[in-house]
């Protein structure tokens, strides 16, 4: 199991949900981004694994805040 973290432009790690199942990951995404700005729309997603953070990016359209998959 991974934690789900969202990962702010200014650096600062969120952690949003704790021991997760990396399959069901971008519905905890949605989640959270519906409770932060219900009018924000997912429109593509990008996924990448990060030697730096130790686990999977997620961009799904800020390009300066993303969502991390990782321990």
């Known amino acids: 199991m991974k934690n789900l973290y969202f990962i702010r432009s200014n650096g600062e790690k969120r952690l949003v949900r704790e021991n997760i199942d990396p399959e069901i990951a971008m519905g905890y995404i949605n989640e959270y981004i519906a409770q932060l700005n219900p009018n924000y729309k997912v429109y593509y997603v990008?996924?990448?694994?990060?030697e730096d953070h130790k686990g999977t990016m997620y961009d799904v359209g800020s390009h300066s805040e993303f969502f991390l998959v990782g321990e």
């Open 46 to 50: 990008r996924t990448w694994y990060s």
